[in-house]
């Protein structure tokens, strides 16, 4: 018996680690616009299999322009200047090269611990929405690990940066709003006594992805409030709903523990970047193009079930097709 226990305890010991580097190198910015200028905020969660990091390189792909590494105290800083594939017009000047790689290295970084590694750069204006993968290398005393998988790919998957369409020049630079992103249609309005619900969508997640935003537009025709308490769908263990607030600088989403409420002869839009219901614990990747159901629980009118159409990863809304207005 004590021999069986000897043989378990590698195998459950060797299980919590895999569970442990299911925490992935990310950057912090979901979406980002063409044409703005964001802060990048590189989030290492761990070691390398317990062992203290060094020295984390990050490569800037191609459409990330005039990056500006901030140094931490503790680590040196080392940026690599290289070539633009398409060169980048920085307030009028022309800039044909610039920042492509930033190495912090010779810190001391505890498996146990977490930090952060931070640039600021411009998103080209004519870069096309979409995913950009941000390779990330972390070298540890033992050992390394190259975050550089793109999506389907072998290996540790790269931070990657969502691209969505510039707001145009009324909006100045770092607004994501208003972009043009549309997704494949289920066209499906819902309607429960008095709430019309329209399009609702989600957006593709990454394999390994804990979570996802549903979003959709209600309207209650109804002369008394009522409120979104809950959600459901077979692909989440759970489901929350969420708003998005300013803390300091940074978005950030919270629990609306009360709901969302819908006032009486309103329409509340649940969009990227506020209110959206939250997937928690996915149990499987959505995938651009799919539909999935979600069943909606309002304080007076009751339940209903209705389809989300999953768009691209960083789709902006619900439309009819794509270029049409
Ligand atoms: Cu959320």
Sequence with gaps: MSKFLKTLAPAIGLAMTATVAQA???????????????????????????????????????????????????????????????????????MTEGVREVTWSGGHLEDAWYDEFTLRASVGPNVAPGTLVVPVTQICDEGSIAWSAAAGEEGEPAPTLAVVASSGGDHGHGHTH???????????????????????????????????????????????????IGASSAVAGRMEIHEMAMDGDVMRMRELADGLVLPAGETVTLKPGGYHVMFMDLARPLVEGETVDVTLTFEKAGDVTLPLAIGAPNAEGHGNGHGQH
């Design 24 to 94: 992935h190198v990310t950057i912090e910015q979901q979406n980002v616009a063409a044409g703005s200028t964001t802060k990048l905020t590189l989030r290492v969660p761990h070691g390398c299999d317990g062992s203290a990091t060094h020295t984390v390189t990050v490569t800037l792909p191609e459409g990330i322009y005039a990056a500006k590494p901030m140094p931490k105290p503790g680590w040196e800083l080392a940026t690599t200047i290289g070539a633009y594939e398409t060169p980048f017009d920085n307030h009028g000047t022309e």
């Design 178 to 228: 208003g972009a043009a992103m549309e997704v494949p249609a289920t066209d499906a309005t819902v309607t429960l006594g008095d709430l019309t619900i329209e399009g609702a969508f989600s957006r593709a997640t990454l394999p390994n992805a804990p979570v996802a935003g549903g979003f959709m537009t209600i309207t209650n025709a109804g002369d008394s409030d009522d409120r979104l």
